[in-house]
C-alpha cells in the first residue's frame, strides 16, 4: 500500500507563472489536506477536502489560491500568478476519516521556489 | 500568543538520556497529534491521542485535557532520534474538523 504521492519534490517557477501541486492520497483514504511551511516557521493548515467537496479552505489565502479534489484523480493545489512570498514547502496529508480523530499521513512534500 | 506552545525550542542530549517535550495548547481539542520531521523534511505521525498514553517503542506519549498538556518522552535516545518533533491538535468546533493547528516545534539533537 504505497503511502501518500507528492509531485512534483521540487518545483521552480518564475514570479507570474502558475504552479500546480499533486497529492495521491494513500488507496482508501477520501480525506486530503494541504499545508505550508514557510521557510524557519512552523506548519499552517490551508484546505480541507472529500471528494469532490471543499470542507474548510479557512486557512488558503483569498487570492490566487485555489485547491480540488475530483471524483477521480489526485488534488491539486494551484496557484496561480506565483510571488516570491509562495516559496515554502507545501505537504499533502490524507486520513481515512475526518482528520481530528483519524491520523493523518503525510506525503514527502513540494518545494516551491520562486525566482 | 501561539495556540499551540511548545517547549523547549531547542534541545540537546547525549544518546541514552530520557528526553522530555512538552506542548501546551489554549483552545478545545477533539485530539492531540506528535509528528517527527526528519533533516529531510518528510513528516511521520507518531501518536494521536486524546486522552491518557500511548506508547510505541521508546516513545511515550500523555495527554491532560483537563490542564491543557500534553508530553511527548523518548528513553535511551539515539542519535537517529535527532529531528524536529511537532505537536499539533485538532480543535474541535462543536463537531470534528480536519484542520490542524501546530507548534513550532522542537529541534532534537543527540549526540553520540
Known amino acids: 500500500n504505497a503511502g501518500v504521492m507528492q509531485n512534483p519534490r521540487h518545483l521552480v517557477r518564475r514570479r507570474g507563472q502558475e504552479a500546480r501541486l499533486r497529492c495521491s492520497p494513500m488507496?482508501?483514504?477520501?480525506?486530503v489536506y494541504w499545508y505550508r511551511q514557510l521557510p524557519e516557521e512552523g506548519l499552517k493548515f490551508m484546505v480541507y477536502?472529500?471528494?469532490?467537496?471543499?470542507?474548510?479552505e479557512s486557512g488558503m489565502p483569498k487570492e490566487r489560491f485555489s485547491a480540488e479534489f475530483p471524483k477521480e484523480g489526485p488534488s491539486i493545489l494551484r496557484i496561480q500568478q506565483v510571488v516570491r512570498g509562495d516559496s515554502a514547502a507545501y505537504f499533502c496529508a490524507s486520513s481515512p476519516g475526518t482528520g481530528g480523530l483519524s491520523e493523518q499521513f503525510f506525503g514527502p512534500g513540494t518545494r516551491l521556489t520562486v525566482l | 500568543k501561539n495556540e499551540v506552545e511548545q517547549s523547549p525550542q531547542n534541545l540537546t542530549a547525549q544518546e541514552g538520556e530520557f528526553i522530555t517535550i512538552n506542548c501546551s495548547y489554549s483552545?478545545?481539542?477533539?485530539?492531540l497529534h506528535w509528528l517527527q520531521q526528519h533533516p529531510g523534511g518528510g513528516i511521520v505521525s507518531l501518536f494521536m491521542?486524546?486522552?491518557g498514553k500511548k506508547k510505541h517503542g521508546r516513545l511515550i506519549a500523555t495527554i491532560n485535557i483537563q490542564e491543557k498538556h500534553s508530553s511527548l518522552h523518548i528513553t535511551a535516545s539515539h542519535p537517529r532520534d535527532s529531528a524536529v518533533y511537532i505537536c499539533?491538535?485538532?480543535?474541535?468546533?462543536?463537531?470534528?474538523?480536519?484542520?490542524?493547528?501546530f507548534g513550532k516545534g522542537t529541534k532534537l539533537s543527540v549526540k553520540p
Open positions: 491521542l486524546s486522552s
Open positions: 488507496k482508501g483514504h477520501s480525506h
Open positions: 477536502l472529500q471528494k469532490e467537496n471543499i470542507i474548510d
Open positions: 499539533a491538535v485538532a480543535p474541535f468546533y462543536g463537531g470534528s474538523q480536519g484542520n490542524l493547528i
Open positions: 483552545v478545545g481539542i477533539s485530539a
